[in-house]
C-alpha cells in the first residue's frame, strides 16, 4: 500500500505554470472522482491554492505511478503545450506524508509561517470527503497533518509576528499605544491598501477610526462596511488633525499631503502628545521631515518592512523546532501505515479462533440449557480473547523497518495455519 | 567587635544564600527575556518568590535579638532596598502579568543584595536601632521612597531605549521583548506618585521624630538635605506634566538623573558617613 503525491508550486514552476494546471473547486471534484471511479487509484485529494496544485494519490495498481499521475493531470487540464512533467515534484510513502505536514504547517509557503494554508488543506480533504475519495489512508493522513499544524502553531513561533505592511502597522502601533481602542485614529484614503490597515486595527478593537477620501462615497461606504460610520471632509480633515493620536496615509499623490508646518502645529496643539503616523502610500505622502518632530513617529512602508524582515527571521529560527515535531509525528504515522499491513492477519487470526469456538458450542447447543449455552460462549469469549491478546500485541508492535512485517506475519500464519491472505490488502 | 554572622551558623548560611538568590533569579529572568528558554520562564517567578521568602526569613532572623527591630546600617539598607525593590517588582508581575522588565528591576535588587552581602563582612553591631513608631516609619518609608526612585529610574531608561529603537526603526529584541511606550508610562508615572507618597512620609515621620526624641539631630546632613531635594524635584515632577506640557520622555530623563543622585548619595554616604543624621553611632 503506497501513497504519491505530486504536484506544482512555487517552489517547482513559474506562476504562469501554477496558473495554467490549478483546479477549481469543480474540477477537483471531477477530478478526483474520475480517478477513483476509473480504478487508477483508491483515494485521492487534490490541494489547490494560488501557490499550489498538489495530488495525494494512494494508486489501485503498481502501473499507477508519479508519471502517469502528472500526464493524468495535464492532459485533464488539456495544458501539454504549456506543462512538462519536470515541473511537477514527485513524493512518495513517506516524504508523502512529510510534504503534506510541512504544507499544513505553512514551513512549504511562500510566506513562511502564513495562516491561510491549513484551512485550504482543510477545504482539500472535506471536498475529498464529500465526494467519497478520501479513504482510510487519506483520512488518517489528513488528521496526522491537522494535529501537527495545531502543534506547529501552539508550541512554536513560526505564525508569530506581523509578515505583511498592513499587520506590521497596527503591531507598530500597539507597540506605542497600549489600548487602541482608547485612540482615535485617522485614514487618509479609502483604497484598497487604505482598507486593508483599517480593517487590521479595527480587528485590534480601534473603534474609534474616521475615515476621509478625496471621493467622499468611498469613505462612507468604508466606514459604513466597518460599522464606525465617522468621515470627514477631505477638505477639511486637517483642522482636526491634533485630534488624532494614529494617522494612516494610503493615498494616490505625487505631493506630500502632510507637511512638516502642519504637523508642527498639530503637535502644538495637542500638547506633544505621541503621534504615529503610519504612510503607507508609494510614493510617500508625508513629508520626511514630519518624523523629526518631537513624539512624532513616522513610518513609511520601509520601515514597515524592517518589522517584516526581523519578523521572518524570527520565524526562520523556529524551523528546527517546526521540524522536529513533524519528525516525530512522521515516526507515528509510519507506525500506523505498518499496523495496516498486518491488519488482514489479525483479521484471520480472529475470525479462525471465532469459527473454532462456533464449531465446538454448536456441539452442545442441545445438550445444555440455554443459560448455561450463554454462559460457555462468555467462558469461551473471555479464553480466546487472553489467547489471542499477545500475539496480536506481537503483530501491532513497532517495527524498525517495514521489512520486519513480513517474517512476522508468516510466522502467526503458519503457527496458526492461516490461508494465503488477499494479495491486494498487503 | 564581635560578628552576629559567624555566631549564627543559620543566620549566616542565610545571609550567603540570599544574594545567591537574587543572582539566580536574575540569570533566570535574563535568560527568559533575552533567550526566552522555556526552563528559565518556568521557574523564574518560583525562584523571586523563594528569594523574596528567604530574604524576609534572614531579616527575621538577623532582628529577632533585638526585638524585630532594624539597626541603621549600610549592611540592612542596601538588603532591604533589595528586598523591596524585589517585592514591588513581584507586586507589578503579579498584578500586570507583565514579566517582561523583570530581568532590569531583579538585576539591580541582586547588585543591592550584593553590596549588602559584602557589607555582612564587616562588625555590624552599630547603630541604633528602631525604638519608636516614628522612626521605624521614617526608615521603612525611605527605602520604599528609594524603590520607587529607582524603578522609576529604570523604567525611565527601558522608556528611552524603546523610544529611541522605535525612531530608529531597529525593531530588535528590545522592541519585541519591552511592553509598549504607553504601558511603560503608566508604570512610570505610578512610580513617582508612589516615591513622592513615601518620602514625604518619611519626612514628616523624621520631623515628628525629632521632636519626640533627646537626640541632636544635624538639619544640614547631607542626607537630609538630598532627601528634601529628591522630594521636591519628585513633587514638580508629578505635576510638570499636566501643569507644563513636559512629555514623558523628558521626564523620563529627569527621572534618571534622579534616581542616580540618590543612589551616588545613598552608596557614598552609607559608606564615608557612619551616622544617622549626626547622630553618632
Not at chain 1, 18 to 39: C, H, P, Y
Not at chain 2, 26 to 55: D, R, S, W
Request: one cysteine or more.
Amino acid at each position: 500500500m503506497n501513497i504519491i503525491s505530486v504536484g506544482v508550486n512555487h517552489k517547482t514552476a513559474p506562476i504562469e505554470i501554477r496558473e495554467r494546471i490549478a483546479l477549481s473547486e469543480v474540477q477537483n471534484k471531477e477530478f478526483v472522482t474520475d480517478l477513483v471511479s476509473s480504478g487508477l487509484a483508491s483515494e485521492a485529494m487534490v490541494v489547490s491554492t494560488c501557490n499550489r496544485t498538489e495530488l495525494y494519490v494512494v494508486p489501485s495498481m503498481a502501473e499507477v505511478t508519479c508519471d502517469y499521475i502528472k500526464e493524468y493531470l495535464i492532459s485533464y487540464k488539456d495544458a501539454r503545450k504549456d506543462v512538462r512533467p519536470e515541473h511537477f515534484f514527485s513524493r512518495f510513502y513517506c516524504g508523502t506524508a512529510r510534504h503534506l505536514f510541512e504544507v499544513s504547517s505553512a514551513i512549504d509557503s511562500l510566506v513562511l509561517g502564513e495562516g491561510q494554508i491549513l484551512g485550504q488543506v482543510k477545504d482539500a480533504y472535506r471536498i475529498a470527503a464529500e465526494v467519497g475519495t478520501a479513504g482510510i489512508l487519506l483520512t488518517r493522513l489528513c488528521h496526522t497533518a491537522f494535529s501537527v499544524a495545531k502543534k506547529v502553531k501552539t508550541k512554536t513561533k513560526i505564525m508569530e509576528g506581523a509578515v505583511s505592511v498592513s499587520y506590521a502597522a497596527v503591531e507598530l502601533a500597539q507597540k506605542i499605544f497600549s489600548n487602541l481602542s482608547m485612540k482615535k485614529v485617522l485614514l487618509v484614503g479609502a483604497g484598497e491598501t487604505g482598507e486593508l490597515a483599517a480593517k487590521h486595527i479595527y480587528a485590534k478593537n480601534a473603534r474609534n477610526i474616521v475615515i476621509t477620501n478625496r471621493t467622499l462615497s468611498k469613505a462612507e461606504a468604508l466606514a459604513e462596511e466597518l460599522g464606525t460610520n465617522r468621515v470627514l471632509p477631505y477638505e477639511s480633515y486637517k483642522e482636526h488633525l491634533h485630534e488624532f493620536d494614529i494617522i494612516i496615509t494610503a493615498v494616490s499623490t505625487k505631493e506630500f499631503i502632510l507637511k512638516e508646518a502642519e504637523m508642527q502645529h498639530s503637535m502644538s496643539r495637542r500638547r506633544l502628545k505621541p503621534v504615529i503616523i503610519l504612510d503607507l502610500g508609494l510614493p510617500r505622502n508625508v513629508d520626511p521631515d514630519v518624523g523629526k518632530l518631537q513624539n512624532m513617529f513616522l513610518k513609511d512602508i520601509d520601515a514597515l518592512k524592517h518589522i517584516i524582515d526581523k519578523n521572518l527571521e524570527r520565524r526562520r529560527a523556529e524551523l528546527p523546532k517546526v521540524k522536529a515535531i513533524i519528525d516525530e509525528e512522521l515516526v507515528g504515522f509510519g507506525q500506523w501505515i505498518n499496523t495496516l499491513k498486518v491488519r488482514p492477519t489479525i483479521v484471520d487470526l480472529q475470525s479462525k479462533f471465532i469459527e473454532i469456538k462456533e464449531k465446538e458450542l454448536e456441539r452442545y447447543r442441545y445438550k445444555v440449557s440455554e443459560e448455561e449455552l450463554r454462559r460457555m460462549e462468555h467462558l469461551t469469549d473471555r479464553i480466546l480473547k487472553k489467547i489471542l491478546h499477545h500475539p496480536i500485541k506481537m503483530l501491532k508492535a513497532p517495527v524498525d523497518t517495514a521489512d520486519n512485517i513480513p517474517s512476522k506475519v508468516n510466522l502467526v500464519r503458519n503457527i496458526f495455519d492461516l490461508e494465503e491472505p488477499n494479495q491486494s490488502l498487503q | 567587635m564581635a560578628n552576629i554572622f559567624l555566631e549564627n551558623s543559620l543566620l549566616f548560611v542565610l545571609t550567603q544564600l540570599v544574594p545567591l538568590l537574587y543572582m539566580v533569579t536574575t540569570v533566570l529572568y535574563g535568560l527568559h527575556f533575552f533567550q526566552e528558554t522555556p526552563l528559565a520562564g518556568k521557574f523564574k517567578q518560583p525562584a523571586l518568590i523563594l528569594t523574596v521568602v528567604t530574604h524576609v526569613a534572614d531579616l527575621g532572623l538577623l532582628t529577632s535579638t533585638e526585638g524585630y527591630r532594624l539597626s541603621y546600617s549600610a549592611y540592612n539598607l542596601m538588603g532591604m532596598v533589595a528586598l523591596t525593590l524585589a517585592i514591588t517588582y513581584m507586586f507589578i508581575e503579579l498584578t500586570t502579568k507583565s514579566d517582561k522588565t523583570g530581568f532590569f528591576v531583579i538585576a539591580f535588587a541582586a547588585g543591592s543584595a550584593l553590596f549588602s552581602s559584602i557589607l555582612s563582612a564587616q562588625s555590624i553591631a552599630s547603630g541604633p536601632t528602631f525604638s519608636g513608631l516614628g522612626i521605624g516609619v521614617h526608615l521603612i518609608a525611605a527605602i520604599f521612597g528609594f524603590s520607587s526612585v529607582a524603578i522609576a529610574g529604570l523604567y525611565s531608561g527601558l522608556y528611552l531605549v524603546l523610544f529611541r529603537q522605535i525612531r530608529l526603526n531597529r525593531f530588535g529584541l528590545l522592541f519585541q521583548r519591552l511592553p509598549n511606550l504607553e504601558a511603560l508610562e503608566l508604570l512610570i508615572m505610578h512610580a513617582v506618585a508612589f516615591g513622592f507618597f513615601f518620602l514625604s512620609v518619611t519626612m514628616v515621620a523624621g520631623v515628628y521624630e525629632q521632636q519626640a526624641s533627646t537626640e541632636t539631630i544635624n538639619l544640614l546632613d547631607p542626607r537630609l538635605i538630598s532627601l528634601f531635594v529628591i522630594w521636591f524635584l519628585y513633587g514638580i515632577s508629578l505635576f510638570i506634566k499636566p501643569l507644563v506640557g513636559w512629555d514623558i520622555k523628558h521626564m523620563a530623563v529627569l527621572l534618571i538623573a534622579l534616581f542616580v543622585l540618590v543612589t551616588i548619595l545613598l552608596f557614598i554616604m552609607s559608606l564615608i558617613t557612619p551616622s544617622f543624621h549626626g547622630v553618632r553611632i
